[in-house]
């Protein structure tokens, strides 16, 4: 079973990205952690996903979803039997939608809404293992993250259309957790926490509805404020079952909805409450797999990705509601170099998409299923 570890470890996780709620692109797995001795790794990858639907007036909105690349790289060093220590770069949270317009065949209710963010998250882990099979790690994160927002179109005429620009900014927070294992069984089992993350983002709004509110004497404004990236709890677990054999699972929950952009604009004061600029709700994602090693080189598995629906009314900057997929990785390795190549296709559930506040939000549109291809490239070197 010990053998299985080494060959399988790296499956929990597979290579190929995820499209998971909100705007998550990447777990955020700690499995380089659990690696044997001293480790490198370089990641890297993209998707293409595929998001149509209509508008209330009854117009196409065209694909909305843009595809994306992907990288990481980790090291994690073993100082001695107890103690080991981990460095993770990676890219979790990012969105690229746009909404064509009508003169692109797209929608005349949401044409020229737009969304674009991207963030490079750095980690700092320590893990130390006890002699009774428990360890303890935890860690700080640092991200850095920029993003672009615009809401055109006939949805967002009460403002009368609105730009956001966000500049980069750090943010940082921490993650704890606890593990327990059993190597002769090849069994594993993991419970982390990320703790929020607050940047403090320079953003320059521009809109009618400054005009409006500051006399004419301008529309555009610029000042700092926070947005925070949501905290997450996740439970990873892995057992041999069988000789070369390994079934494997995690469960993720995501706490979206303190995920709040509130700047000089937003939320917006209304009779029926406030309107917030983005409005996601928290999701879970579950995922079970079974890993197999066939020769002394070569290791494969597949994986099931399911991730319910929530809610009825679904922001238009995140235009999908749960997610159903499969992950097949396979695994080379010679000497002390392993490559796991991995690639997923998942279904996306089409959502009915509103605007306005939480409790009163106005249907502009459906999409319907949507789907997603993904691919990875994960290659790992122990000494």
Not at 90 to 102: C, H, L, M, S, V
Not at 152 to 175: F, K, M, S, T
Not at 223 to 250: C, I, M, N, Y
Not at 266 to 278: H, R
């Amino acid at each position: 079973m010990k053998r299985t570890i080494t060959a399988l470890g790296g499956l929990l996780i597979g290579a190929a990205p995820a499209f998971a709620g909100g705007i998550e692109r990447a777990p955020q797995s700690l499995n380089v952690l659990f690696e044997k001795g001293n480790y490198a790794e370089l990641s890297f990858g993209g998707a293409s996903p595929d998001v149509k639907g209509r508008d209330i007036a009854g117009f196409e909105t065209k694909n909305v979803a843009s595809g994306y690349g992907f990288f990481g790289l980790a090291y994690k060093h073993q100082f001695n039997d107890n103690l080991s220590a981990a460095i993770i770069i990676e890219q979790p949270f990012g969105a690229d939608i746009n909404y064509k317009t009508p003169a692109n065949g797209g929608s005349p209710v949401l044409g020229g809404t737009t969304v674009d963010v991207n963030s490079t998250t750095y980690t700092g882990i320590l893990r130390y293992k006890f002699e009774n099979n428990f360890s303890v790690h935890g860690g700080i994160r640092g991200s850095r993250a920029d993003g672009n927002v615009t809401l055109h179109g006939q949805a967002y005429q009460a403002i009368g259309g609105y730009d956001l620009d966000i500049d980069g900014a750090w943010g940082v927070g921490w993650l704890a957790g606890v593990a327990y294992e059993v190597p002769e069984l090849a069994a594993r089992v993991s419970l982390t926490y990320n703790s929020p993350i607050e940047h403090n983002f320079n953003m320059t709004e521009t809109s009618p509805a400054i005009l409006a509110a500051t006399g004419g004497l301008t529309d555009t404004v610029t000042g700092k404020h926070k947005v925070k990236t949501p905290r997450s709890w996740t439970l990873e677990g892995q057992t041999g079952v069988a000789e070369d054999t390994l079934v494997f699972g995690s469960i993720r929950w995501v706490k979206w909805s303190e995920f709040k952009v509130d700047n000089a604009l937003f939320p917006i004061q209304t009779p029926l409450g406030p309107t917030e600029l983005v409005s996601l709700n928290d999701t879970t994602t579950y995922t079970i797999g079974v890993g197999r090693k066939f020769t002394d080189n070569w290791s494969g598995s597949a994986s099931f990705i399911y991730e319910p629906k929530k809610g009825d009314l679904i922001s238009p900057l995140a235009p999908y509601n749960g997610r159903k997929g499969i992950t097949l990785a396979a695994i080379y390795t010679q000497d002390n170099i392993k490559v796991t190549t991995g690639i997923n296709y998942s279904k996306l559930g089409g959502s009915t998409l509103g605007v306005g506040p939480d409790a009163h939000k106005t249907q502009v549109a459906k999409t319907d299923n949507g789907d997603i291809w993904g691919i990875g490239v994960r290659v790992g070197y122990s000494f």
